[in-house]
Nanobody, 116 residues
Framework: QVQLVESGGGLVQVGGSLRLSCAAS????????MGWYRQAPGMQRELVAQ???????DYADSVKGRFTISRDNAKNTVYLQMNSLKPEDTAVYYC??????????WGQGTQVTVSS
C-alpha cells in the first residue's frame, strides 16, 4: 500500500510564498514521477509541475518562473516552492506518484488560498 501525505498549504496574501511537501511511503518502484496537481472549485484537476526520477521537470505555463518543484529520492518526498502567488493559484493541491504499470497514487490534498 502506497500512501502520500501532503503538508504546507494555507492562507497567504497576493505576492506571498508557500512551500508544499509530499512524503510517500510504502512499496515504491523506480523510476517514477512525482507531481503536483491542483483543482479549483468548478474546474478540472490540472497538472502544475512534475519531476521524474531522472531529474526531468515539466511545469504548467501558468506557473513557470514562479513555482519550483524538487524531490529528495532518499526520502521519497517531493516539494513545491510557490512564489509570487496570485489569486488564481487558489485551489486544492494534490500530490501524485506514478510509475510504469500503475494508474497512480494520490494524496489527500492541501488547500492553498491566496487572498487579495
Amino acid at each position: 500500500q502506497v500512501q502520500l501525505v501532503e503538508s504546507g498549504g494555507g492562507l497567504v496574501q497576493v505576492g506571498g510564498s508557500l512551500r508544499l511537501s509530499c512524503a510517500a511511503s510504502g512499496r515504491i518502484f523506480s523510476p517514477n514521477v512525482m507531481g503536483w496537481y491542483r483543482q479549483a472549485p468548478g474546474m478540472q484537476r490540472e497538472l502544475v509541475a512534475q519531476i521524474f526520477s531522472s531529474g526531468r521537470i515539466d511545469y504548467a505555463d501558468s506557473v513557470k518562473g514562479r513555482f519550483t518543484i524538487s524531490r529528495d529520492n532518499a526520502k521519497n518526498t517531493v516539494y513545491l516552492q510557490m512564489n509570487s502567488l496570485k489569486p488564481e493559484d487558489t485551489a486544492v493541491y494534490y500530490c501524485k506518484l506514478i510509475w510504469v504499470g500503475v494508474s497512480g497514487y494520490w494524496g489527500q490534498g492541501t488547500q492553498v488560498t491566496v487572498s487579495s
